[in-house]
């Protein structure tokens, strides 16, 4: 199952991850799996107040992403393969950096 403890963090941090596009024009949610939507579903639902707040009868909802923009990769970011793994819940993010680390290694 997913890793919503994980999300919840960075969703604090700043919800407008979500928002945030690939090359390929796919967000975070456009990755998650039939057999996790649900999960998803009421976890979004459970955090909305936190993460999209109504003050004054107004809905804040994060900006979107401008198009042609692209935003570069933090320092150490994991492949896009790592990073299915993990979102997927196939793999533990600390076990994904070990991974990344010796990838990395290896093409030295």
């Known amino acids: 199952s997913p890793c919503l403890t994980s999300a919840k963090i960075l969703l604090e941090a700043d919800a407008r991850l979500l928002c945030v596009m690939d090359n390929f024009g796919k967000t975070p949610l456009d990755f998650v799996g039939d057999a996790h939507r649900s999960n998803w579903s009421e976890f979004l639902e459970s955090i909305k107040d ?38 997927s819940g196939h793999l533990m993010p600390q076990d994904a950096k070990i991974q990344q680390q010796k990838m990395l290694q290896q093409n030295e």
């Open 50 to 87: 936190m993460c999209w707040p109504v003050n004054e009868g107004r809905v804040y909802f994060p900006e979107t992403r401008c198009e042609g923009t692209m935003m570069a990769d933090p320092p150490g970011a994991l492949s896009i393969d790592l990073a299915e793994k993990v979102a």
